[in-house]
């Protein structure tokens, strides 16, 4: 079920003297299964846009298709696309609520309608995905470390066995540990579900790791979508952005620069090592 955005547009404050743009004429298809980086230097536009995908802001102008229906048309059941599509926003620890774990994430499918028996096989099922130990699904959930707090909150999403899940900058404020941790969940839930998966992000390390293709914004507008590799080869246009390119990539150019004869179409460490090891051997 896939997600077409055509000639979308946003506006805040429109028809005021405090308008802008936020999102400008984008267009682009989110396709089964995928993992998409999308990334942008502060007020690009990145939030805005993804809060289109299940319906929380209504474009100025253009469409946005969920399995082939424009999902603002008025006979479309936003419900129906909130279950299918997740929307994890930045921080989504400050929207725990109840006593303990289990309960917190048994709320998303709850309101779902279904029955107490697959509505707690679903937060089990969602809690173990993102590595909560059975020990902790009693406790409150305010007694957790930040990222055991990032992670139920997903869990509360996950649990709605979303086709889609959209995450607004999640490892925002998590410690290099934290952060590790919750995106190895994250690829362990796409492995486990095949469920879609856009991560909006800062770090250049963490899409050019996990993402299987990046969407650039800049200005409100989409730049460059396509592989890793192709889009940090970019590495003087997204410096000017304010984005840069992974530490191992820049380490190459300098390489390069000094007269080592590598490549530096290169994205992750292992791959460096690998492409240093093969020159060492010539």
Same mark, same amino acid.
């Given at each position: 079920?896939?997600?077409?955005?055509?000639?979308?547009? @946003?506006?805040?404050?429109?028809?005021?003297?405090?308008?802008?743009?936020?999102?400008?004429?984008?267009?682009?298809?989110?396709?089964?299964?995928?993992?998409?980086?999308? =990334?942008? +230097?502060?007020?690009?536009?990145?939030?805005?846009?993804?809060?289109?995908?299940?319906? =929380?802001?209504? !474009?100025? %102008?253009? %469409?946005?298709?969920?399995?082939?229906?424009d999902v603002f048309d008025g006979d479309f059941d936003l419900k129906v696309l909130r279950s299918n599509v997740g929307l994890v926003f930045q921080y989504p620890e400050h929207?725990?609520?109840?006593? *303990?774990?289990? %309960?917190?994430?048994?709320?998303?499918?709850?309101?779902?309608?279904?029955?107490?028996?697959?509505? $707690?096989?679903?937060?089990?099922?969602?809690?173990?995905?993102?590595?909560?130990e059975d020990d902790f699904f009693y406790q409150s959930p305010f007694d957790l470390s930040g990222g055991q707090k990032r992670r139920v909150a997903i869990a509360g999403v996950? &649990?709605? $066995?979303?086709?889609?899940?959209?995450?607004?900058? !999640?490892? &925002?404020?998590? *410690?290099?540990?934290?952060?590790?941790?919750?995106?190895?969940?994250?690829?362990?839930?796409? $492995?486990?579900?095949?469920?879609?998966?856009?991560?909006?992000? +800062? %770090?250049?390390?963490?899409?050019?790791?996990?993402?299987?293709?990046?969407?650039?914004?800049? +200005?409100?507008? =989409?730049? @460059?979508?396509?592989?890793?590799?192709?889009?940090?080869?970019?590495? *003087?246009?997204?410096?000017?952005?304010?984005?840069?390119?992974?530490?191992?990539?820049? &380490?190459?150019?300098?390489? #390069?620069?000094?007269?080592? /004869?590598?490549?530096? /179409?290169?994205?992750?460490?292992? /791959? &460096?090592?690998?492409?240093?090891?093969? =020159?060492? #051997?010539?």
């Amino acid at each position: 079920m896939s997600i077409i955005v055509n000639h979308l547009t @946003y506006r805040y404050n429109e028809g005021t003297p405090m308008e802008s743009v936020a999102v400008d004429d984008v267009s682009f298809k989110i396709e089964d299964g995928e993992f998409i980086g999308l =990334i942008g +230097h502060t007020g690009s536009g990145k939030s805005t846009l993804v809060q289109h995908l299940n319906g =929380i802001l209504k !474009p100025t %102008s253009g %469409s946005v298709y969920y399995d082939g229906r424009d999902v603002f048309d008025g006979d479309f059941d936003l419900k129906v696309l909130r279950s299918n599509v997740g929307l994890v926003f930045q921080y989504p620890e400050h929207q725990l609520f109840e006593t *303990d774990v289990f %309960s917190d994430v048994c709320f998303g499918p709850k309101n779902l309608g279904l029955s107490k028996k697959e509505t $707690e096989l679903r937060a089990y099922k969602a809690l173990k995905l993102v590595g909560i130990e059975d020990d902790f699904f009693y406790q409150s959930p305010f007694d957790l470390s930040g990222g055991q707090k990032r992670r139920v909150a997903i869990a509360g999403v996950l &649990a709605m $066995e979303p086709k889609v899940l959209v995450l607004d900058e !999640p490892t &925002a404020g998590l *410690d290099p540990k934290g952060r590790d941790d919750l995106l190895l969940s994250l690829k362990q839930v796409k $492995e486990e579900t095949g469920c879609t998966i856009v991560l909006v992000s +800062h %770090s250049m390390e963490d899409v050019a790791l996990y993402a299987d293709r990046i969407i650039v914004m800049n +200005h409100a507008k =989409i730049v @460059y979508d396509d592989t890793p590799v192709n889009v940090f080869r970019h590495y *003087d246009k997204l410096k000017e952005m304010g984005l840069g390119v992974p530490e191992i990539t820049s &380490a190459m150019y300098k390489l #390069r620069a000094a007269g080592f /004869d590598v490549p530096t /179409d290169i994205i992750t460490v292992n /791959d &460096a090592v690998d492409a240093i090891m093969k =020159i060492m #051997r010539a």
